[in-house]
């Protein structure tokens, strides 16, 4: 058995959706109109993520440890994905070892922490 599905809870569904098709390459999923309110993306691996809007503006809160990952290739990839962050305004920290990882955390648009890690 395998997980394959993810529900987020967001302030915007769309803006989150297009903010993770540019930097992790989630794909939308065919046949489905994104909005605000609801979207649908999947990666290669047959993971789906929906993204469902937050009736109550501002009211997205998730527990401070929780997070999704996205686990790259390399060190060299993790920093890559951080200075493109960085270039385009996004304030993240520079990527640190932790727990045995060359990592870095920061929320993302919609309400969430994503962390980077090689």
Known sequence: MNLNHLNLT??????????????????????IRMSSRFAILHDDNGIVLTLIKDYEPGEVKYPSSFHIGFIQESEERVNEINQRLKDDGFDVPS????????????????GFTIEVLG
């Not at 967001?10 to 046949?31: I, M, N, S």
């Open 10 to 31: 967001v302030d915007d569904a769309l803006e989150t959706a297009q903010f993770l098709e540019k930097y992790f390459d989630l794909k939308p999923r065919e046949g």
């Open 95 to 110: 990527p640190d070892r932790i727990h045995g990882a060359w990592t870095f955390y920061f929320k993302a648009p919609g």
